[in-house]
């Protein structure tokens, strides 16, 4: 079988591209490279022993799309291709609108007239919104997304819904991800944000490998028990394993189905720079600052029915989350640069 990854370039894509080679399907990757370097491909052959095909396509390039298909015969999509910084997109909602949901009706578009009619979809728990309480499960209504990048993600599972209602031949699957962290085991693949990172785990790893001086703790006044926001950080490759369930599920159903990919269990910041110093061996220095604007206490997932659905459920705690992530910020002080 095989599987066109858009965004498989990218720091979930890359990790998905190892899992899906290491279970015999042939991969072809679609990317721009607009938040990736060819360099990671080049890194999941080694770590695989595998080739695969990639292109140099933006999504939106319809033409371009159509030849991808044309040249293969695609089994499934998985689409990761999108752009997804929370504060970029409060900035640049164009961009965002454009490349996320423009992109995706190109790729259905494409994926229709080629008869292509499985997907399996990056969507995110920022969809939930803030009024759910966690454990966050797949029953909760739709919340309020408060920024353009989680609109984009609600948008996107509308509009995969709508197409499976008109026309049953559609399969996907719509993965709502945690808190995606950590890195392959072989330190090889990892994430590599541009400049200086948003999210928390890269950001403690580069403080512990000296490139920043200290970490920001956004808030220790939220109702948790230390204070500090609570998550539910989930190890790529378990993450990335999920889709390997998921394009197996989307093989032999028909219809649109939502899974969370999460543990279960939440971590705050505080426990995640504990954690992180013992996996390490470094110091992570902090100052506690204000709340970042928009950020919730709690936010977990009730991950149970993609264990009885799926078969899947994460296998890596916080200590190989921590590990791996160290190793990969190690071993590549500049990402793939
Ligand atoms: P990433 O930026 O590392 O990967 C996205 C990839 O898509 C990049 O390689 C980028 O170059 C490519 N891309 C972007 N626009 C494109 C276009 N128009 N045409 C072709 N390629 C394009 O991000 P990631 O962390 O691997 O996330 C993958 C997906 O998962 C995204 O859709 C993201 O919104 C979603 N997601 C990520 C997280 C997270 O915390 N990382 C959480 C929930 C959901
Ligand atoms: C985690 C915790 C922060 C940085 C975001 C997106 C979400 C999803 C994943 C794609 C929070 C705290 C963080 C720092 C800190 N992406 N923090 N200092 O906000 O849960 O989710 O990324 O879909 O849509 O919103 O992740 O890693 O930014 O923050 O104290 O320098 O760490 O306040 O409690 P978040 P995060």
């Known amino acids: 079988m095989t599987i066109l990854t858009t965004g498989g370039c990218g720091y979930i894509g890359s990790h998905t591209c190892v899992e899906l080679l290491n279970a015999g399907y042939d991969v072809i990757v679609v990317d721009n490279h607009d938040n990736s370097s060819p360099e990671a491909l080049r890194r999941v052959r080694k770590i695989t022993g595998k080739d695969l095909k990639e292109y140099d396509i933006d999504i939106r390039d319809k033409e371009a799309l159509r ?10 999509v998985i689409h990761f291709a999108g752009s ?5 997109s409060v900035k640049l909602p164009l961009k965002y609108y454009d490349n996320n ?48 990048y989680g609109a984009t993600k609600a948008m996107i599972e509308r509009i995969l819904k709508d197409l499976c209602i008109s026309d049953p031949d ?11 962290i950590g890195a392959h085991a072989s330190g090889l693949i990892g994430e590599d944000p541009n400049g200086i990172p948003n999210n928390l785990m890269p950001y403690i790893s580069q403080v512990a490998v000296g490139k920043l001086p200290q970490l920001s703790v956004f808030g220790n006044d939220y109702d948790t028990p230390d ?32 899974f ?10 505080l426990e ?30 009730n991950p149970a029915k993609a264990r009885d659905v799926l078969g899947w459920q994460a296998e890596f ?9 160290w190793n990969w910020q190690s071993h590549n002080l500049n990402g793939y640069k």
């Open 170 to 180: 559609w399969s996907v699957v719509l993965l709502r991800y945690f808190n995606p």
């Open 317 to 325: 705690g916080i200590e190989e989350m921590c590990r791996d992530a």
């Open 227 to 258: 204070g500090t926001g609570v998550r539910d950080y989930i190890h790529v490759v378990d993450l990335a394993r999920g889709h390997v369930k998921a394009v197996a599920y989307a093989a032999d159903h028909q219809g649109a189905e939502i």
């Open 101 to 148: 949901i423009g992109g995706a009706v190109t790729l259905l578009e494409v994926m229709a007239e080629e008869g292509c009619k499985r997907l399996v979809f990056s969507s995110s728990a920022t969809v939930y919104g803030d009024l759910n309480p966690s454990p966050l499960n797949e029953e909760m209504p739709l919340g309020d997304t408060t920024n353009p």
């Open 272 to 301: 995640m720079v504990a954690a992180f110093e013992k996996a390490s061996g470094a110091k992570v220095p902090y100052a506690i600052k204000p709340r970042r604007e928009g950020d919730l206490a709690s936010v977990f997932s």
């Open 67 to 76: 030849k991808v298909f044309q040249e293969n015969k695609i089994d499934a």
């Open 260 to 269: 969370n990919l999460g543990t279960g269990r939440g971590y705050s910041v």
């Open 84 to 88: 997804k910084a929370v504060g970029e």
